[in-house]
């Protein structure tokens, strides 16, 4: 730690919500204000984003926060960034956006994913170390779609940025990525941990198209000049590499190294269970959860109103009074990958409504994360710290708990991630000696929520039904199109 005095700001672009919040020294969030872009979906499980939306959000939710907190631009230290993974944003020579960015969630590439494991499993096999095989999920098999359907981007593209570095371009003129989000393209080969020429080719961009791989806590440039007058920053202030959203949420929830799981609730979910022989630990993830329960929201004309829903879904008893409901909105992550899963809602009568509705939502989405659990395997997990937008909501955290049947610990700051791009940038200009050490400081547990014996018994039974809906349903994924045509 440093005796110096100021702030950091960290900028954390998610799937659908674009944040600024500023930070003291001592870890303690400040002010925030957040803008929600629209994702488009212009066909069935698309899902994409104009970047300059991104931009434009970033640049009011600065001002709003400078404003809001009446923090001189001048006391602000270093600039983190953080931002969705898996994604990413085509630039051309001058930086203009060539297209809109393809998000990780969209499965319009579904075929070319399936042709490039099957007729290339031998590049796969170098990329991956000899396991696995590619995702849907990563930018490669979208890269793919472009190459097959517009093709002119990428003869026009200069660069290809992650998200959060192309929100940094755009504040220093430089470009660069960090490790983490360079790996999570897809387009990196694990072992040597540099761009794979080889399925680059295959993709049709040149490597050197691709950002230089630099340090997560360095210092990538400096806001210039334009990006001052668009965003109300001082010229000069140092803005930091950051990286992607999990290993910043990692950072800001302090679950790097000890035994704790970490759980992030927001649009999608993800679950980073520690794993002895993996000093990452293990990561999965699914596919809807918040973007469900927005769903649902605005299924009942209720848009952005979740409070009343909760509220109305805490009176349903547990079991949703036998609705069940697999959260397969956008396809599905794991515990395996699916493209073609769908949503379902089984168990509807009459007597149904939109609050047993919204409690099967939520009862749903903790049935997926437990498939997730224990498709892991391994020891018991003892606790789990739960971040993220769902985080606020005690119902959706009571159920969890009961569904797992573990304990869930509720970091003070609920944008963990933004805590963790607000360390980076500590590091990089000095303030912090580490990223680690400066987390076990800031990071404080504000409560924990225990599961009920009687609940968890409940959810288990239900949790058997939830596999067997699974198990009688998943044969008919693969009979439709995106248009549910036979």
Known sequence: MTTRTGYLLAIDVGSTTTRAVLFDLAGTQVAEAFREPVVHHPEPNWAEVQPDDWWRDCTATIRELLARSGIPADRILGIGLTALQHTLVPVDAQGNVLA???????????????????????????????????????????????????????????????????????????????????????????????WFAPLLTLVGVHPDRMPPILEAGAIAGHVTQKAARETGLAAGTPVAVGSGDVNCTCIGTNVTDDGRACLYLGTAAWIRIPCPSRPGGTVRATATTGAALKWVTDLFACSGFYTPLLGEAAEVPPGSRGLLFLPHLMGERGPQPDPDARGTLYGLTLAHGRADITRAVLEGCAYQLLRIVEDCGGPPLREMAVVGGGAKSPLWLDIIADVLGIRLVIPQVREAGALGAAILAGVGVGVYKDARLAATKLTRIERAHDPDSTRHALYRRNYKRFVALERGVSPLYSGSDSRGVS
């Not at 290339?120 to 990329?127: F, P, S």
């Not at 200069?158 to 360079?182: N, Q, S, W």
């Not at 999570?184 to 072992?191: D, E, S, Y």
């Open 100 to 194: 809109p960015a393809i998000l990780w969630m969209d499965q319009r590439s579904k075929d070319q994913l399936a042709w490039l494991n099957r007729e290339h499993a031998a590049v796969i096999a170098e990329l991956l170390g000899g396991t696995g095989k590619l995702s849907n999920s990563t930018a490669v098999p979208k890269l793919r779609w472009m190459l097959e359907h517009t093709p002119e981007v990428l003869e026009q593209a200069e660069m290809f940025l992650p998200v959060k570095d192309f929100i940094r371009y755009r504040l220093t003129g430089l470009a660069g990525t960090d490790a983490y989000d360079a790996a999570n393209t897809g387009l990196v080969c694990r072992p040597t941990g540099t």
